[in-house]
């Protein structure tokens, strides 16, 4: 039972769940009114997330879900153009899955980075 409090009165579902809930309806012998009564929503509301689904715009990725990426620390910087071997340099590396690769020193601004980011995801 969910017990809706507050000036909002719809329900947020995460993508897995509305994946859980096609799944179950996508079962042999399943039928979507009884679905949709058991999860209490309606036949329409299971149906969009249907088409959705087919659309490739419901993935387990929701865009508005953080994602976690592999990250590696690491001691050794190697020397960037001009600095000497020496030269210790602290420095963030950002690699994005699409190969852009973003480096900014330790120092960095965290607004700032945080813009450049989000112009990158666009």
Same mark, same amino acid.
């Given at each position: ?8 009165? *719809? ?16 079962? /042999? ?20 997330? *249907? ?18 990426? /592999? ?9 960037? /153009? ?20 973003? *480096? ?19």
């Amino acid at each position: 039972m969910e017990i809706i409090t507050g000036v909002e009165r *719809r329900r947020r579902w995460r993508a897995e769940e509305k994946l859980r809930v096609l799944a179950e309806a996508a079962q /042999p012998g399943a039928r979507t009114s009884e679905v949709a009564r058991r999860h209490d929503i309606s036949g329409g509301l299971l149906w969009y997330w *249907r088409r959705q689904l087919r659309q490739g715009r419901l993935s387990v990725t929701d865009p508005r879900e953080p994602v976690f990426l /592999p990250l590696q620390v690491s001691d050794a910087v190697p020397p960037g /153009p001009g600095a000497s071997a020496g030269a210790t340099d602290p420095r963030i590396e950002i690699a994005l899955p699409d190969g852009t690769l973003v *480096r900014v020193g330790a120092d960095v601004d965290a607004a700032a980075l945080r813009r450049v980011l989000s112009v990158l995801r666009r």
